[in-house]
């Protein structure tokens, strides 16, 4: 598993250089639009039905503030509208990032 080795915000894009020398470039609005935590994409019980989530939404002008690593498996980003909740492992953020560079 490919890991962030450097994180930095450019403007409002959020760049990172991963552990095998590659980089990913994605703006904070897109970042924030693809979220894992519940409150955005929903949870499923173990019989599969979904509680939560909204659809798709548009979050223009959104950025990221901050970020922080939650032990060696994925990165918390803090947003400009108050969106502090969504763990992105390190291979969603990879597949988060490479589908939007």
Avoid: C
Avoid at 41 to 65: L, M, N
Wanted: charged share 20%; no cysteine.
């Amino acid at each position: 598993m490919k890991t962030p080795v450097n994180i930095q915000l450019i403007g409002t894009e959020v760049a990172i250089v991963w552990s095998d020398g590659g980089e990913s470039y994605i703006d904070g609005a897109k970042l924030r639009a693809a979220s894992p935590s519940a409150e955005t994409a929903g949870e499923r019980d173990i019989f599969g039905t979904q509680y939560g989530g909204h659809p798709p939404r548009d979050f223009s002008g959104v950025t990221v503030t901050g970020w922080e690593r939650i032990g060696n498996y994925a990165i918390r980003f803090d947003f400009s509208d108050g969106h502090r909740t969504g763990l992105y492992g390190y291979d969603y953020l990879a597949k988060v990032t490479a589908d939007n560079s």
